[in-house]
């Protein structure tokens, strides 16, 4: 059985003055598209995009990115582990024990925890990953600063919203939730909504002010 790095993204003091850098980002309201013709192209992209990133063998989504024939969903499954023990080929994540933040749970079974993507890929489409590359897509869509793996049912309960529609339901997670949102929208460059935006403002400055005032970065660059 292999140790975990036990990795959970929680908020560190600094971080709500890290997100000022969300005040450069354009706003705009939440699918608030320059026309109507516009929106219908984008929309119709966004769904194909969807699309072909759940299809079976896509290698997208979940893509063994550097050929180790483990998964982007198991490389995290390892990461977030306090413990967990691979398969006889070693390719995949057969059990260990986490825990959610999210939820304040503690799982044993991979095949209850799935793979979240902070910043939800719809999310990302019409805030800006519609226009870019293949490449591009494909390293947002893999990369670990916008992944976590929670418990099935609060990832479905949380599916494409964003902090205006959706908040942890364990309460303790609040602020780190809405610092990795954030920060994944600030380092990709994405727009985000202006109830998001206020979202994330509003609940940081209900966060702890004094553990806000350090200066403590956090790690959300992309990758190419």
Known sequence: MGAGSATIRSYQPGDLGRLATLNVVYHTTEWDFPGADFEAKITAGMAAFLETLTAPGNGWWSADLDGDCVDTRHEILQEEAIEYTMSLNGCSVTVGVWYDPFTGQTFT???DLQLDHVVALGDAWASGAWAWSDAQRKA????????NVIHGPENQAKSDKGPARYTPSNPAQTCSYLVQYGSVK???SMTISQADFDAIAAGLNKCDEVAAAAAVSIAATPTS
């Open 140 to 147: 947002f869509s893999n990369h670990p600063a916008n992944l």
């Open 186 to 188: 600030a380092a990709w």
């Open 109 to 111: 079974n991979p095949g």
